[in-house]
């Protein structure tokens, strides 16, 4: 495990970034089909991350027998997770889908336990269960709204396991080109997909407002072409129960910045979930480094 400076200056600026895009995306779908919506943000980080790239000098040729392990990890990582935790944004609150997303550590979990017989240290295991609990309580506030939604609530639970199955993925998987390249090519292999779902499932497609415009954007470039490219960077370099427990604050930032975006009240819950999650973050990234240190 390498969580130096850097990586922990880039999980703070991804649970920023990520967090207060849970509301941004409510407000970008709220009158805009949301697979439209979905379709635009990653065709805008496709040019974004690709310009920026070739900015760089970084190649984006790949061998030919590279391309299945490419289509093999954005499956997961892109194509179950984005379209459908899109559709799921636009059936429940902001908050109450950043909630049941980062449901995945506990999904890349699972994953590691049933296929690939992972060993899982006691204090990620204490970890697991204080973020589990974290957001056990920010949905028992909402539990009436999310049987009111049972479709919003399985699709975004699925999108959640689909991108722990990626996370594992990432992590295993041997593959001889740069991250940047990596992460373009998925995006490229994910866009066919949201076509296709705009085609079949949506209609009544118009201009984006100037509110649904700006959250393209943020979208874009911001979520798109560097969240990804840092998550994917956490993902390859850490060990997956690791990782993916790192950005369980996400949803408390989502959640808090739903209630100052889009005006929803906080619970006690919600103050209860912060102090559970800290707990969660400091398993995977304060013990073992104390573990490590030498004896006085």
């Not at 697979?35 to 920026?52: E, I, K, Q, S, T």
């Not at 709204?145 to 919003?152: E, I, Q, R």
């Not at 090519?185 to 866009?191: D, Y």
Request: charged share 10%.
């Amino acid at each position: 495990m390498s969580f130096d400076r850097r990586n922990l200056t880039l999980l703070v600026f991804l649970t920023i970034a990520w967090g207060i895009n849970w509301p941004i995306m409510k407000i970008g779908v709220a009158q805009f089909p949301p697979l439209g919506f979905r379709l635009l943000c990653m065709a805008g980080g496709v040019a974004a991350l690709g310009l920026a790239l070739r900015v760089k000098g970084v190649s984006l040729r790949v061998p030919r027998e590279t391309w299945p392990t490419i289509v093999r990890l954005a499956i997961p990582n892109m194509v179950i997770w984005h379209l459908l935790a899109i559709g799921a944004v636009k059936m429940l609150s902001s908050g109450r889908a950043a909630i049941l997303g980062y449901t995945m550590p506990i999904w890349a979990v699972v994953w590691g336990l049933l296929l690939f017989r992972e060993r899982i240290h006691l204090s990620a295991w204490v970890g697991i269960l204080c973020a589990l609990a974290g957001t056990l309580l920010l949905m028992s506030s909402e539990i009436g709204a999310l049987t009111g939604s049972p479709l919003g609530t399985v699709m975004m639970l699925a999108a959640a396991a689909g991108w722990g199955y990626g996370t594992q993925l990432m992590k295993r998987t041997a593959i001889d080109i740069s991250l940047g390249a990596l992460t373009f090519w998925m995006l490229v292999v994910a866009l066919p997909f949201l076509f296709a779902g705009t085609l079949l499932f949506e209609s009544g497609w118009r201009m984006p407002n100037a509110a649904e415009w700006a959250a393209i954007a943020y979208n874009a470039v911001v979520v798109f072409a560097f969240c990804h490219l840092v998550w994917f960077s956490l993902a390859r370099s850490l060990p997956p129960v690791v990782s993916s427990l790192s950005i369980m604050f996400i949803p408390v930032v989502g959640v808090f910045s739903g209630m100052w975006m889009l005006g929803e009240q906080p619970h006690w819950q919600d103050y209860a979930a912060i102090v559970l999650m800290f707990a969660a973050l400091s398993s995977v990234l304060l013990v073992p480094l104390l573990r490590r240190r030498p004896d006085a």
